[in-house]
C-alpha cells in the first residue's frame, strides 16, 4: 500500500458510509474473536451502533462547517470506552472529509487526540493519539494484512503483542513474549497456543478491559493509509 495515497471511497458510497462501515466491521471481527479468548470480554456495544457512529460522524462534519477550534468536544464525557475511542475516530473522519483532507490513519488519530482537549472523562491512550496502537499493534496488523493473512489471524497477534508490551501483569508480559519468541499464532499450534494462555490469563484473574476496544481501533485504522506523521 503506498502511504502516501489519500483514502477513497469506492463506487458511489460516500465516505461516511464507508467510514462507519468500517467501524461496525472492526467491531464485528473482534465479536467472531470473542467467544474463543476470554481476554476479549466486553459489555455487547452493537445494538444502536450505526446510528451512534452516524451521528459522530455527522458532528464532526458540523464542527468543521461551524469553523470551531479544534478542542471543543463533539461527544458527551460519559460515553464507555469502547464507544468513546471509535466515536471520536468518526467525528474526526467527519471533521477531515468536510474539510477535504485526506483520511489517512496519523491524521485521524492526531485529531481525535485534539478533540479530547474539551472532554474531561478521556483516556490516557486517546489523548495520546492512540500511541499504542500506532506503536505496537497497528504495525503488526498491516504487516499481516499485507501478507495476506485474515483479520483474525492479524487481530491475534496484535493482541499478542500488546499483551507482552503494554500488559499490566509481568507474568502474562513475559508468557506473551515467549508465544511470540515461537511465532505467536503464526508458529506452530500457534492459535492454540493462545486459546490456552488465555485460560492461563483466566485462571490467574489477569484481564485488560481497554484491550478489545484497542484492537477495535487498530482494525479500523488499518483500512486507511498511514500519511505523512505530522499533519498540517
Known amino acids: 500500500m503506498n502511504e502516501t495515497i489519500a483514502f477513497r471511497p469506492e463506487g458511489r458510497a460516500s465516505t461516511k458510509d464507508v467510514v462507519v462501515n468500517y467501524t461496525l466491521a472492526s467491531l464485528d471481527e473482534l465479536e467472531q ?40 468536544a463533539v461527544l458527551p464525557d460519559s460515553l ?33 487526540s485534539q478533540f479530547c482537549a474539551g472532554m474531561a472523562d478521556v483516556d ?21 494484512l499485507r501478507d495476506q493473512h485474515s483479520h483474525s489471524v492479524c487481530l491475534q497477534q ?16 513475559q508468557q506473551a513474549q515467549r508465544l511470540l519468541w515461537q511465532g505467536g499464532v503464526l508458529g506452530d499450534k500457534g492459535e492454540f497456543a493462545l486459546m490456552t494462555l488465555d485460560d492461563e490469563l483466566r485462571e490467574r484473574q489477569i484481564g485488560w478491559p481497554g484491550l478489545w476496544s484497542l484492537l477495535a481501533v487498530t482494525g479500523f485504522l488499518a483500512k486507511f493509509p498511514a500519511g505523512p506523521i505530522f499533519a498540517d
Open 33 to 72: 474473536l470473542h467467544p474463543a479468548l476470554n481476554l476479549l470480554a466486553h459489555p455487547s456495544i452493537v445494538r444502536g451502533s450505526h446510528d451512534f457512529f452516524v451521528r459522530c460522524y455527522d458532528a464532526g462534519v458540523q464542527h468543521a462547517q461551524a469553523g470551531a477550534a479544534e478542542t471543543v
Open 80 to 112: 464507555p470506552q469502547e464507544r468513546q475511542r471509535s466515536g471520536l475516530l468518526c467525528a474526526a473522519a467527519g471533521r477531515l472529509d468536510a474539510l477535504r483532507q485526506p483520511l489517512t490513519h496519523n491524521r485521524l488519530c492526531d485529531l481525535a
Open 124 to 144: 490516557s491512550e486517546t489523548r495520546s493519539g492512540f500511541y499504542t496502537v500506532r506503536s505496537i499493534s497497528l504495525p503488526v496488523y498491516r504487516r499481516l
Open 158 to 173: 496484535a493482541l499478542l503483542h500488546l499483551l507482552a508490551w503494554k500488559s499490566d501483569s509481568p507474568w502474562a508480559r
